[in-house]
């Protein structure tokens, strides 16, 4: 499947932030729930925010109150703003695109955020 591409990750100081963006040609990101995941080494994947087509939005615990999932139309792009970054949320995050007929995943952007 067409794969959507993530890119905006680098090094941060905690308590920095941090937005991510999530894009792909041959995807329409309007009409699929979005989700952001996470991974570290030696890690489970964690799922941390989904957007659906209709905008809403849900947040895992880890993350609620300092990440902001959103939607460009416009752009057929999602974004990731990352704020009140901590050293946990060090890992490679993933976009993930699902629907009836599409389960997609991007190669991943990594984020380091040191103490």
């Known amino acids: 499947q067409v794969q959507p591409v993530e890119s905006g990750g680098g090094l941060v100081q905690a308590g920095g932030s941090l937005r991510l963006s999530c894009a792909a040609s041959?995807?329409?990101?309007?009409?699929?729930?979005v989700g952001w995941y996470r991974q570290a080494p030696g890690k489970q994947r964690e799922w941390i925010a989904t957007i659906t087509n209709g905008r809403t939005t849900n947040y895992a615990d880890s993350v609620k109150g300092r990440f902001i999932i959103s939607r460009d139309n416009a752009k057929n792009t999602v974004y990731l703003q990352m704020n009140s970054l901590k050293p946990e949320d060090t890992a490679i995050y993933y976009c993930?695109?699902?629907?009836?007929?599409?389960?997609?995943w991007g190669q991943g952007t990594q984020v380091t955020v040191s103490s």
């Open positions: 993930n695109v699902r629907g009836p007929s599409i389960n997609s």
């Open positions: 041959g995807i329409i990101f309007s009409l699929n729930p």
